[in-house]
């Protein structure tokens, strides 16, 4: 059972650079979930799908955009790449709409700015 | 402006004891919430939730209790094993809404 696979696992770009960060899930899932994690924060929020064609911004939308290829794939496009956005990002997916229903996540990417 | 704060980044228990994280809310509208689990390099898994409609949720060695009066809730695990170590995020809703709001973390050390 694969769950949520998250590619690359690390990437190091330097300032200015644009990268998409992968997501793709196996369970039939509805929803699609971007968070990035910094040290003292938890994970905060970037944008969501709660269902294929739909994509909502979350609690630190600015300098990224998403894109919900279909049911399963979901992607998260740094255009111009900053230091303050080194963190390590989990993509997530749920079955139903709502979030009281469990977060399946992936195993993270790790991404350093320069 | 955090709403959802754990305020113990680190707790250390001896094998065989209860441990007990705690999280507190600011935010009366929350009515659902989750505990997360994670080990390093992997990402967050589920572990125990409950509604805004009850006081406590059981599952084996984990329960949940929230205080609602209090904005609070806490995670007991008992007996704690060394495989309990790891981050705990506590996690929190409002029924209808898409988003949960997370806490810091707190890294849980159990020694044997």
């Known amino acids: 059972n694969a769950g949520v696979t998250q590619t690359p696992k690390f990437q190091v770009l330097k300032t200015g650079q644009s990268m998409t960060l992968q997501c793709a899930q196996d369970m039939n899932h509805n929803s699609m979930y971007w968070y990035r994690q910094d040290p003292g924060m938890g994970l905060r929020l970037i944008y969501y799908s709660a269902s294929e064609g739909t994509t909502d911004k979350g609690e630190v939308p600015n300098g990224y955009n998403v894109s919900r290829l279909n049911k399963r794939e979901f992607s998260l496009r740094l255009e111009s790449a900053a230091p303050s956005q080194t963190s390590v990002y989990f993509c997530?997916?749920?079955?139903?709409?709502?979030?009281?229903?469990?977060?399946?996540f992936g195993d993270g990417t790790r991404l350093s700015i320069l | 402006d955090q709403q959802v704060k754990q305020n113990s980044p680190s707790l250390s228990v001896q094998e065989g004891r209860i441990s007990i994280l705690n999280c507190d809310y600011t935010?009366?509208?929350?009515?659902?919430f989750l505990w997360y689990k994670k080990y390093p390099a992997e990402g967050p898994t589920f572990l125990i939730s409950i509604s805004s409609i009850k006081d406590k949720n059981e599952d084996g060695r984990f329960t949940v209790f929230l205080n609602k009066s209090a904005k609070h809730l806490s995670l007991h695990i008992v007996p704690s094993q060394p495989g309990d170590s790891a981050v705990y995020f506590c996690a929190a809703s409002i029924q209808g809404a898409q988003k949960l709001v997370f806490g810091q973390g707190t890294r849980l050390t159990i020694n044997p």
């Open positions: 935010n009366s509208m929350f009515d659902y």
């Open positions: 997530a997916s749920s079955e139903g709409r709502y979030s009281n229903q469990p977060q399946h």
